[in-house]
């Protein structure tokens, strides 16, 4: 089954998630952040199907969030190395786990604890506004069309009422 | 075809997944967020197959991210409002917003810019420690067994190495 390519949506959210996939693919990166970097560590550690693990590997390898590197020359063997754009979303994950923890954890506390090392204390991911740094929330933010929504869609009528309609003043 | 089920993963990153159920689930919520209640307005906005709709909204009432509510006696008419829950789940939306609008604008700038109404700027999601309010990074987090791993597994060898491998002390 063909699945809906939201590759150019002019959403960040759809475009990441076009990127993603499938659920595989933020667990493969989990463990990629856990140190994992081989194919058979990775299979062992999600119990996934060789061939779906290929293909998801694949996949971040072809969207630069892994990187193939050779280990080993006889028998020729590779790793998957986090690379700058990967290590970068580990605070998506790290905002996902933290929501997770406050509403999916059926009272037994979190599963995993994040330890900061720089700080010395047990924390939870923040999401915060860039500028002020206080939480951001859903009802504390007004969507506007930015530069790199096409410009074509901007002007429809259902889309610039779609936006102006979360505009408070 | 039966997904693998990651609801009883000790892993908030997998049973927020396991709830999600696939990236139609996120853009419906995005579109909760932008005000969208009606069932009519969420199709048009997405697009998306109306026994899709329908089932990632009944999915998102299961969960309880959103709540259903009648706005409309005769005929019977319902709308789909954001609960606590629901609303909390925004800061991980705003996170991957902002991974996206950093990794995949193909240099053409966000396509949504976040208006932060309580400091009158836009800005971007930025994901900090609760404790000491640093962007919390990959490399600076060590992941610890947590009061909800449950204790049979976490007895394991291969599960302690896989914590302890991420201990620098």
Redesign the interface.
């Given at each position: 089954m063909k699945r809906t390519s939201?590759a150019n949506w002019?959403?960040?959210?759809?475009?990441?998630?076009?990127?993603?996939g499938?659920?595989w693919t933020?667990?493969v990166l989990?463990e990629a952040?856990?140190?994992i970097s081989r194919f058979d560590q990775f299979q062992?550690?999600l119990g996934i199907a060789r061939n779906t693990l290929t293909d998801r590997l694949n996949r971040l390898v072809e969207y630069e969030l892994l990187r193939k590197e050779q280990y080993q020359v006889d028998p020729v063997r590779y790793e998957y190395v986090?690379t700058e754009?990967g290590?970068?979303?580990?605070?998506?994950?790290?905002?996902?786990?933290?929501?997770?923890?406050?509403?999916?954890?059926?009272g037994?506390?979190?599963?995993?604890?994040?330890?900061?090392?720089?700080?010395d204390?047990?924390?939870?991911?923040?999401?915060?506004?860039?500028?002020?740094?206080?939480?951001?929330?859903?009802?504390?933010?007004?969507?506007?069309?930015?530069?790199?929504?096409p410009a074509r869609i901007a002007e429809l009528p259902?889309v610039k009422a779609?936006f102006d309609?979360?505009r408070?003043d």
């Open positions: 939201f002019p959403c960040s959210v759809a475009r990441t998630m076009n990127l993603l499938d659920w933020p667990l989990r952040f856990y140190g062992g550690e986090l754009k290590k970068d979303f580990y605070p998506v994950l790290a905002a996902m786990s933290a929501w997770g923890d406050r509403w999916l954890d059926k037994a506390g979190p599963p995993i604890v994040f330890h900061h090392r720089s700080c204390h047990d924390v939870t991911a923040e999401v915060v506004c860039s500028h002020c740094k206080e939480p951001l929330e859903a009802d504390g933010v007004e969507h506007r069309i930015g530069p790199g929504y259902q779609r309609a979360q408070l």
